[in-house]
Nanobody
């Protein structure tokens, strides 16, 4: 089993920055892929970014490419999402996800999920 806990969300003005943290615990040695997803009220959960086990491969949604950066600490299983130049449309609950398989951008490919952290971009 794997437990994921997100933190770092909050209220930020447009153009500002936040860094989200996902702390992983439990049987993390088998984790192959980790990623971030987000869901705004009344909308479907969508892919944001993913990173492979060694942090050598990253993939981003087109809407966040060049603004967000995903990274991981291989020593303790923690992953991060650095969010810069935030926009109103980035407002959502951001969830951390993990998988023992080489999962991609679909939420149903991930078996471990955190509780989510709220990010609100508002002037």
């Amino acid at each position: 089993q794997v437990q994921l806990v997100e933190s770092g969300g909050g209220l930020v003005q447009p153009g500002g920055s936040l860094r989200l943290t996902c702390a992983a615990s439990g049987r993390t040695s088998d984790l192959n892929m980790m990623g971030w997803f987000r869901q705004a009220p009344g909308k479907e959960r969508v892919f944001v970014a993913l990173i492979d086990r060694r942090g050598r491969t990253t993939v981003y949604a087109e809407s966040v490419k060049d603004r967000f950066t995903i990274s991981r600490d291989n020593a303790n299983g923690t992953i991060y999402l650095q969010m810069d130049r935030l926009k109103f449309e980035d407002t959502a609950v951001y969830s951390c996800a993990g998988s023992d398989n080489p999962s991609g951008t679909r939420p149903d490919g991930y078996e471990y999920w955190g509780q989510g952290t709220q990010v609100t971009v508002s002037s």
